[in-house]
């Protein structure tokens, strides 16, 4: 008798110890079948007043793109969806130590989760599976690249600080049927998300505060839980590709005073560099978002350095004036002296002309004086050149004029000038990009 007892024992233990199991007991078991999908309908719980917990946790895996014109903000994130079923139940030490089963996501009820700045629908398909455990636990992890709006604060580009939410909510259901809860704190979520982050585009990732919320929407009271990114813009490239640019042209529109005011070089070189920095005004506008609150710092910064060189082409067009002026004035009297001169000429013609007729009427003893007074006009004539051109030396040797002294002034005090403005204003430029709130 003890020896069958001992033989069934062992018997027992290597049927128990080959005993094979798959999943589908697990969902046989569960009633969770193709032909049996009663526990996708409704919330899954035994008793209607009890409301269901859903625990929600985002990872932000990548900043793709911020989209200053437009206003938007697409992040690539990893969204956790952790609730209770209440049917579904299994002891896994009855399925060979099967704790948790992945199975289609149609098959079961989900939370109607949606996030309220989205603007486009994910275009990449959802998981197609969710996990659940022995103890009723259901978790739904998905993969999402979301675009969404966001105010965005401009006032100190490039040096901002963008502030981004998403909020997550549920579309129908109250507090009393579905609450959210954190699955995560802010300073876990921040840590987590700098460990997986892969890609921040141009930005520098701060932090990610989470808080609960709940709202009262259209007399629906829910749970809103908000996810708040926190993010600085990387600087560099702005500064030396469009703030030192400006300063250069800056530069170059104080060391055209080197160039004379005679010609048109001084006032075309001028011209050149304030249509350079119009162009540069004009890159700004494709990138700043036209619904600002405020005017930027950086349009301050061009609209000011683009108003002292207009000033500055201003004044040499003024000065180019005056000097204009003051030659014309000498060109009339170096007019009147040469008309003195071919008047004077013209009466020595006439007189030569006339002596050969009366040397025709006099007698023939007269020829010899003839000859001399042509000898004698000839040389008041050679005379006469010299005069004039000892005259027109003089007046080059003569200082310059009125006006020409006056420019000489105005360029020296509108230098001083310029140079004191710009330096003033690059330095409130300066504080002001140090000490403005970055909203």
């Not at 994910?122 to 599976?129: G, N, R």
């Not at 675009?147 to 129908?172: A, E, G, N, W």
């Not at 460990?195 to 989470?210: A, D, P």
């Amino acid at each position: 008798m003890l020896v069958c007892f001992y033989f069934l024992l062992v018997f027992t233990d290597v049927e128990s110890s080959e005993k094979v199991c798959s999943y589908q007991d697990v969902l046989n078991h569960l009633n969770l079948t193709k032909d049996n999908d009663l526990f996708s309908m409704t919330r899954p719980v035994k008793d209607y007043k009890q409301p269901t917990n859903v625990f929600l946790q985002v990872v932000l895996y990548a900043i793709l793109d911020v989209k200053e014109i437009d206003q938007t903000f697409i992040p690539y994130v990893w969204i956790f969806l952790i609730w209770d079923n209440d049917y579904i139940r299994w002891d896994p030490e009855d399925f060979c130590g099967i704790f948790s089963v992945s199975i289609p996501n149609e098959i079961l009820w989900k939370p109607d989760i949606t996030i309220e700045e989205m603007i486009e629908k994910d275009k990449a398909p959802p998981s197609p599976l969710l996990t659940i455990y022995s103890n009723g636990t259901v978790i739904v992890q998905n993969d999402q690249v979301l675009v969404s709006t966001c105010r965005m604060h401009v006032y100190k580009f490039p040096f901002d600080v963008q502030t981004c939410t998403l909020s997550f909510k549920s579309v129908i259901h109250s507090i009393a049927e579905m609450r959210l809860v954190l699955k995560t704190n802010s300073s876990e979520a921040t840590e987590w998300s700098r460990e997986v982050m892969r890609t921040q585009y141009e930005w520098l990732f701060i932090n990610m505060t989470v808080t609960n919320q709940t709202v009262d929407s259209f007399g629906l009271k829910q749970d809103v839980i908000v996810y708040t990114i926190n993010m600085r813009r990387r600087s560099i490239l702005y500064i030396v590709n469009f703030i030192l640019p400006i300063l250069f042209f800056l530069c170059l529109d104080l060391a055209s005073f080197l160039i004379s005011d005679r010609g048109g070089e001084k006032l075309s070189f001028k011209i050149t560099v304030l249509l350079a920095v119009t162009v540069m005004q004009l890159i700004l506008n494709d990138i700043l978002p036209s619904s600002s609150n405020k005017i930027p710092l950086i349009a301050a910064y061009c609209i000011g350095i683009f108003a002292l060189m207009m000033l500055s082409l201003l004044e040499t067009i003024v000065v180019m004036y005056l000097m204009e002026k003051d030659s014309s004035s000498e060109d009339n009297e170096a007019n009147g002296d040469q008309d003195l001169s071919e008047a004077s000429n013209n009466r020595s013609s006439e007189r030569d002309e006339k002596s050969p007729e009366l040397l025709k009427r006099s007698s023939s003893q007269l020829t010899e004086e003839s000859h001399g007074l042509e000898k004698l006009s000839h040389e008041l004539r050679e005379a006469l050149k010299i005069l004039n051109q000892l005259h027109s030396s003089k007046k080059d040797e003569e200082k310059p004029g009125y006006w020409t002294r006056m420019t000489k002034k105005i360029n020296k005090v509108f230098f001083i000038f310029y140079v004191t403005a710009s330096s003033l204003f690059l330095l409130c430029m300066f504080f002001s990009w140090n000490t403005a709130p970055e909203f």
